[in-house]
């Protein structure tokens, strides 16, 4: 064997040695996970009342998680709605324990409402784990057909009456940027427990509209657009998704560079979308199983069929992308920071 053989072996053996090692590292790791997991439960908790879309989400992920991550706990959803969210996300930060034991969806303004000082906030996201994303999630003003406004034209003459919910939720956030920006008149009836009971109060007559995500709309009542029950003047989107191509986003509204900036910081949310995180604080092994349990529920057969059954949009995004996006808010400018907490204010 001449010395370049000689060393080939050499270099191959020793590769064989250090992934032997790696292997060997990493298996107690995998195995302390597997032991705390099995025969447990990880509470899925929602920060908003059930038939939401982000309930809808929440519930399809909770029935196919628990088989990916190691030990297989049972994976128990329990709606916590309250403040528009912040209370759930306040439970995370302070109230859950930090063991990898709960998983939350809240709002996805969250870390805007952080970083703007919104009343009620005990939380820091980008102290949170976030888990995983398992689509964008963009919102939309429908207006009932029988009110003559239209379009967002028709709602800066016209006032028209939106069922409103929590303040901190994008429910509420979305027309009031609107009416703070553009002059639109949205006037947000507030108390609905959430979108479900919003949505029955535009039914009956009791207002004229909801500012809602598309999802929810289309989940709950698919042939409401279709059939011309409702119009949508306006998609809260950074650019109109291939669902609502004739529907414009409120970034076209922009009437200069400035003002697009704030409707990007403040439309990053659709980005967040239907995100989920576990408590700041969870040992980093824990932190990992559940992303990939997360990545490999996303691939799920089962639950990629489920997501045609219930006709929601998919489109992933890692926990350790999203944890990313999450912190890019703490990054915004000053001088932008202090026009969005302008057009925020309700």
Known sequence: MNVWMKAAAGLFLAGCAAGATSAQAQAPQASAVEAFYKGKSVELIIGYPPGGSNDVYARLLSTHLGKHIPGQPAIVARNMPGAGSFLAANHMATVAAKDGLSISICAPTIALDEKLGTSGVRFKTAQYNWVGRISPLVNIVMVSAKSPVKTVADAQKTEVTLAGTG??????????????????????????????????????????????????????????????????????????????????????????????????????????????FTTPGVPADRVTALRRAFDATMQDPEFKADVEKMRVSFEPMKGEDLQKLVAQVSDLPADITEEVRKVYQQ
């Open 167 to 276: 303040v901190g939720s994008t429910v509420s956030i979305y027309p009031t940027v609107m009416n703070n920006m553009f002059g639109t008149k949205y006037k947000l009836i507030m108390g609905y427990k959430g979108s479900s009971e919003a949505m029955l109060a535009v039914e009956r007559g009791e207002v004229e509209g909801h500012s809602t995500a598309w999802e929810a709309l289309k989940t709950a009542h698919p042939s409401w657009t279709p059939e011309g029950f409702v119009t949508l003047p306006v998609q809260f989107s950074l650019s109109r998704i291939a669902e609502l191509p004739d529907v414009p986003s409120a970034l076209e509204f922009a009437r200069n560079p400035q003002e697009k900036r704030v409707l990007e910081a403040v439309l990053n949310a659709t980005e967040v979308g239907a995100a989920f």
